[in-house]
């Protein structure tokens, strides 16, 4: 990440390998890279596979649905990097993608805490601020829970995947 000036996001810096996602992402595209001896899904590539142990495993970057569950989460109440100190509470989702089994990834849930599964996870019934937190939408993050790619535009040309919760 680079140096971050007060109140702005951290932006990628793509190193040669890992150019190829962020150029489809800034399209609004999740391209995975796939070793080209098992053809086997990686996040992020390393120098070598991590199914196959390929020394060589010239990845290529191949698009994906964005498609996945939630595997688990997190709510992130305190921010630890620059930049996020105006979005918490937020939700932190490790999502395994249906492009391959065990394949994942964690990203920003942008459907936000509200979405849990009762207003006490949030922030415990002691810091209830009334009946407004419990007459919002009908709470649907669970393990298990439908979710989609999402792009956040962080800086021109440059969007960062996040996930947003799908119908049932």
Do not use: K, N
Request: aromatic share 6%.
């Amino acid at each position: 990440m680079s140096d971050v000036p007060a109140g702005a996001r951290p932006v990628p810096v793509p190193d040669e390998r890992s150019q190829p996602y962020w150029d489809a992402a800034a399209e609004h595209v999740l391209a995975i890279a796939r070793c080209s001896r098992c053809d086997t899904f990686s996040i992020p590539p390393d120098i070598v596979c991590s199914h196959c142990h390929s020394t060589e495993p010239d990845f290529t970057f191949v698009p994906v649905s964005g498609r996945g569950v939630v595997r688990s989460w997190t709510v992130m109440h305190q921010s630890f990097v620059p930049g996020f100190d105006d979005l918490v509470p937020f939700v932190l989702v490790d999502v395994e993608l249906d492009a391959q089994a065990d394949l994942r990834m964690i990203g920003r849930l942008l459907d936000g805490p509200e979405m849990l599964d009762g207003p006490e996870m949030l922030d415990g019934p002691e810091m209830l601020d009334g009946p407004e937190m419990l007459d919002g939408p009908e709470p649907s993050l669970a393990i298990g829970a439908p979710v989609v790619v999402a792009f956040e535009d962080i800086a021109p040309g440059t969007s960062v995947p996040a996930f947003t919760l799908e119908p049932r």
